[in-house]
Antibody, heavy 119, light 110 residues
């Protein structure tokens, strides 16, 4: 069974940092691109970023609003992807989902991790 | 990249059919056959229900169908049931080689 599970969410002050983890199981993790998608309270889905696989040189892409502040990395030996979030702003408050990209869609999602940025 | 435009809400009675539109541009919806749809129940993660415009993943009800014309994609739910009440989001590949989501549509079963 394919599973993705996020961890590392929590409360952080504006300007602070947080690292989210996404652990995958039940599939060949190293073959797939992993994406982060977030959802602010009561709002819609927003694509945050993507980390490609080794065959595509672990290339990363990000939405403009997080470029320079968020960094994705992965450890295929641990079947994990990480999202390092720095200089967090109140508007970064959201549930963060990791999701597996299959072709041009997201076929499996984790349950999400809540990140709250507040003083 | 601007979000794709969806109606905020759509409603229908049990057994009826409803259609949710997803409007973009020639740089996203109109330029690629890579539109997907996601169903999200309250407090839950999104679930893929349609990919590549009109394909259903295994296990998704055949009452859900997708189509596209020019810059607008559509999701149709036929034989509306109480379990279909949820939020629905479209997504498309874009000319920036990144995805973009729609604004989301709340489906209410009357």
């Amino acid at each position: 069974e394919v599973q993705l599970v996020e961890s590392g969410g929590g409360l952080v002050q504006p300007g602070g940092s947080l690292r989210l983890s996404c652990a995958g199981s039940g599939f060949s993790f190293s073959d797939y691109y992993i994406n982060w998608v977030r959802q602010a309270p009561g709002k819609g889905l927003e694509w945050v970023g993507r980390m490609k696989n080794k065959r595509n040189i672990y290339t990363t892409q990000y939405v403009a609003s997080v470029k320079g502040r968020f960094t994705m990395s992965r450890d295929d030996s641990m079947n994990s992807v990480y999202l390092q979030m720095n200089s967090l702003q109140i508007e970064d408050t959201a549930v963060y989902y990791c999701t597996r990209e299959n072709g041009y869609s997201f076929d499996y999602w984790g349950p999400g991790a809540l990140v709250t940025v507040s003083s | 990249q601007s979000a794709l435009t969806q109606p905020a809400s759509v409603s229908g009675s049990p057994g009826q059919s409803i259609t949710i539109s997803c409007t973009g541009t020639s740089s996203d919806v109109g330029g690629y056959n890579y539109v997907s749809w996601y169903q999200q129940h309250p407090g839950k993660a999104p679930k893929l229900v349609i990919y590549d415009v009109s394909y259903r993943p295994s296990g998704v009800s055949n009452r859900l169908s997708g189509s596209k014309s020019d810059n607008t994609a559509s999701l149709t739910i036929s034989g509306l049931q109480a379990e279909d009440e949820a939020d629905y989001y479209c997504s498309s590949h874009t000319s920036s080689a990144t995805p973009v989501f729609g604004t989301g549509t709340k489906v209410t079963v009357l």
